[in-house]
């Protein structure tokens, strides 16, 4: 029943994206950050369902003439920048036929990224975006937040199997990203029973990012609680509010989880910790022998032996660093091209809060901007510590950010048109898109125009 479940809104959502391509792009969202194929026991395990969602989203794009070239802006065009180079470190590492599938799953997600910033214009589509992209995340942070809560914390929490996030690290700075996007949503809600649900769903996401256990998670989620408390209306309120929630999910945790995180301080001391700092350390040293990086795997013997001062003492570990990850993949010049990329972004972003917050019609766009430069700063504390660097939910923030000013810089609320059952109005207690033309204010406006010229 489940398989039927999962496949039937897939058919159905690749059909619609057809003639709606932008759907497609939220279909391949749901599936690519959630997997819920995964939670399925028959045929749709394994099934082409992203494949497919992604193939009809495409049709859909060429037949459209609702899209707009994407590398049109800054953001964007030094993502492509990073692709291409990424594409030149692959042909040219050490084993292209053996990385080909790494970089041919980069590639995908990373062409969808850019069809998502061609087709997504509108405030009901960037809306509709937002919401599929967090509850994909939120409904699994949820989860693992009942299940910590159950548990009282002594069993880890992990991601969904066989995807980015699989691991219990990784899934931590999943939600540490997701978490203030969710604040983002919440402010958008009238209903103070949708505001309260959303609330504890933050709550939850914050104790499954705790029950993963993972020290990189915990310090995301603090650098993303510390600038959330900073960008916050009443900083006295919030902080209180934060403070408590902190107190008790971590007087919660067991002790284990405590002897875990004490470790931070004593990382000579921890294996795992030691084998991080050998695979950084070989990232860098052969960042100067290899230009455009070793290709999509530096975790190979023979590069321990050569560039790293541990050699094989502690393995051959992953960097669990986007920094090194980069480093070691794509050389100097890729690590540098991913930072301008992400800084510019953060730049962008900020672009967003200061000038949406102009006016009432727009006050939604400074809320998102606001809340996607807390989900980076998340993002760039907890990945120094783990190996994301390709993972969607940063590139889908990104899309956000780029599709949103180009919504502001259009004022776009001034001739967009919303239908008088629109989606959001089944959204229990989120607010109307506010500042666009109702169907019938736009024939008014209309018929008046009309008039006049006579």
């Given at each position: 029943m489940r398989d039927l479940i999962i496949v039937a809104i897939c058919v159905f959502g690749s059909l619609v994206a057809l003639r709606k391509p932008w759907i497609g792009v939220l279909v391949w969202t749901w599936l690519s950050l959630m997997n819920p194929h995964r939670y399925a026991w028959g045929f749709a395990y394994d099934a082409p369902l992203a494949a497919m969602s992604a193939a009809c989203t495409l049709l859909g794009l060429m037949a459209t003439r609702d899209r707009r070239w994407p590398i049109s802006n800054a953001p964007t065009a030094w993502f492509v920048v990073f692709m291409v180079w990424m594409t030149i470190s692959w042909l040219a590492g050490l084993s292209p036929k053996d990385d080909y599938e790494q970089w041919n799953k980069v590639m995908k997600i990373d062409l969808m990224i850019l069809v998502a910033i061609a087709l997504i214009a509108s405030k009901e589509q960037i809306l509709g975006f937002a919401w599929v992209a967090v509850g994909s995340l939120a409904l699994l942070g949820a989860k693992g937040g009942v299940f910590t809560v159950m548990t009282g914390g002594n069993y880890r929490v992990w991601g969904p199997?066989?995807?980015?996030?699989?691991?219990?690290?990784?899934?931590?700075?999943?939600?540490?990203?997701?978490?203030?996007?969710?604040?983002?949503?919440?402010?958008?809600?009238?209903?103070?029973?949708?505001?309260?649900?959303?609330?504890?769903?933050?709550?939850?996401?914050?104790?499954?990012?705790?029950?993963?256990?993972?020290?990189?998670?915990?310090?995301?989620?603090?650098?993303?609680?510390?600038?959330?408390?900073?960008?916050?209306?009443?900083?006295?309120?919030?902080?209180?509010?934060?403070?408590?929630?902190?107190?008790?999910?971590?007087?919660?945790?067991?002790?284990?989880?405590?002897?875990?995180?004490?470790?931070?301080?004593?990382?000579?001391?921890?294996?795992?910790?030691?084998?991080?700092?050998?695979?950084?350390?070989?990232?860098?040293?052969?960042?100067?022998?290899?230009?455009?990086?070793?290709?999509?795997?530096?975790?190979?013997?023979?590069?321990?032996?050569?560039?790293?001062?541990?050699?094989?003492?502690?393995?051959?570990?992953?960097?669990?660093?986007?920094?090194?990850?980069?480093?070691?993949?794509?050389?100097?010049?890729?690590?540098?091209?991913?930072?301008?990329?992400?800084?510019?972004?953060?730049?962008?972003?900020?672009?967003?809060?200061?000038?949406g917050a102009q006016m009432s019609e727009t006050r939604w766009v400074s809320d998102l901007g606001a809340m996607c430069q807390v989900s980076l700063v998340g993002y760039a504390v907890g990945g120094a510590f783990l190996s994301l660097a390709y993972f969607d939910l940063p590139y889908i923030v990104m899309v956000l950010v780029v599709v949103s000013r180009a919504w502001l810089e259009k004022r776009r609320w001034q001739t967009e048109i919303y239908p008088q059952r629109a989606w959001w109005h089944r959204v229990p207690g989120l607010r109307g898109p506010g500042g666009g033309l109702s169907e019938v204010q736009m024939l008014e406006a209309t018929a008046v125009g009309s008039t006049e010229k006579k």
């Open positions: 199997p066989g995807s980015f996030i699989g691991g219990n690290n990784e899934f931590a700075l999943a939600l540490a990203i997701t978490i203030p996007l969710m604040r983002f949503l919440q402010l958008q809600l009238q209903s103070k029973w949708g505001r309260h649900a959303m609330s504890a769903g933050m709550v939850l996401c914050a104790a499954a990012a705790l029950g993963s256990h993972s020290r990189g998670g915990l310090l995301a989620v603090s650098a993303m609680g510390l600038l959330m408390w900073w960008r916050g209306r009443n900083r006295f309120v919030g902080g209180v509010v934060i403070a408590c929630i902190a107190l008790l999910l971590v007087a919660f945790m067991p002790d284990q989880w405590g002897d875990r995180m004490q470790t931070i301080e004593t990382y000579q001391e921890d294996r795992s910790a030691m084998g991080r700092i050998a695979a950084w350390n070989l990232a860098w040293n052969a960042s100067f022998h290899y230009p455009f990086g070793v290709g999509f795997n530096a975790a190979r013997q023979e590069l321990f032996l050569a560039f790293s001062d541990y050699g094989l003492e502690f393995g051959t570990p992953v960097a669990h660093s986007i920094y090194f990850q980069v480093l070691g993949h794509h050389g100097l010049g890729g690590l540098a091209i991913f930072l301008i990329m992400w800084v510019v972004t953060y730049r962008w972003a900020g672009w967003l809060r200061v000038h």
